[in-house]
């Protein structure tokens, strides 16, 4: 049995590319340039029929040194290869979940989603070849005539946040409501180590830092140090989130 539309991978979208009206890019590319010398945001659109990029702005070559011929070809790793590749897996995985969640909404239903941006939290290489941090924001841009996701626009800025020590993060963002959703993160059980599943447990039960030092026989210090890599790892801002967000996943009973 063939899989329907909605079935397949989002890499996998069957385009009538006769119907695909490209006058519509123009008229997005020809707005970009004409706002580009007052924005300082690295831009792209990326063109799921062709799975290239098929504008990216000349601010990536001067904010990130960027190769903008290398990272325009189809089928380019470029872009990969200068991400942190502790971040790449995430990154990608993420990105493809975004996909995946537009795909599974109605086809009637999916212009909707344009109120809906991915926000990312990464590492990549900067102009002198060392990492620095940025934000990526991704958004659908354009539907096909079929309603197929077609065009997706990215916006990405330097991140006040240059400490490169700490992974990736990443949200979904409803730019209607304001509120914001974490994507699951794969074989999270290995990612939190023993301890910090035992503090998140206890955290869960409402314990503050010095009721789980004592009963841990550890520092205050250590519980926090403990507890702010749990956020980092859970891509979470507070305790609360963290909690909230373990249990649905199933780490915390």
């Known amino acids: 049995m063939s899989k329907t539309q909605e079935e397949r991978p989002w890499y996998m979208q069957e385009f009538d590319k006769s119907k695909l009206d490209y006058t519509i890019l123009d008229r997005h590319i ?7 010398s007052v924005h300082n ?40 290869s200068r991400m942190h590749p502790e971040d790449l897996e995430h990154l990608n995985r993420v990105s493809s979940q975004f996909f995946s969640l537009i795909l599974k909404v109605k086809k009637e239903d999916r212009q909707n989603m344009g109120h809906y ?10 102009k002198d070849g060392s990492f620095v941090r940025v934000i990526e924001q991704h958004k659908l841009l354009e539907l096909d005539a079929g ?16 400490d490169i020590k700490n992974l990736c993060r990443y949200r979904l963002v409803n730019l209607k409501t304001g509120e914001f959703y974490n994507f699951p993160k794969e074989n999270m059980e290995t990612n939190l180590s023993l301890r ?55 780490l915390i009973g």
Do not use: C
């Open 196 to 250: 910090e599943q035992e503090i998140l447990q206890l955290l869960a039960q409402g314990l503050i830092s010095k009721q789980i030092a004592d009963q841990l026989f550890i520092s205050v210090n250590t519980v926090n140090t403990h507890r702010q890599r749990i956020l980092e790892k859970l891509s979470v801002s507070n305790t609360t989130e963290a909690v909230q967000h373990a249990a649905r996943l199933g």
């Open 30 to 36: 020809e707005f970009l340039e004409s706002i580009k």
């Open 117 to 126: 941006k991915m926000v990312m939290d990464y590492r990549t290489k900067g």
């Open 147 to 162: 309603d197929n996701v077609w065009l997706s626009l990215s916006v990405l800025d330097l991140s006040p946040d240059q």
């Open 41 to 80: 945001s690295a831009i792209s659109i990326f063109d799921l029929a062709k799975m290239q990029h098929v504008y990216i702005s000349s601010t990536f070559e001067d904010m990130l040194g960027w190769n903008l011929a290398e990272a325009g070809k189809p089928g380019s790793v470029y872009i990969d």
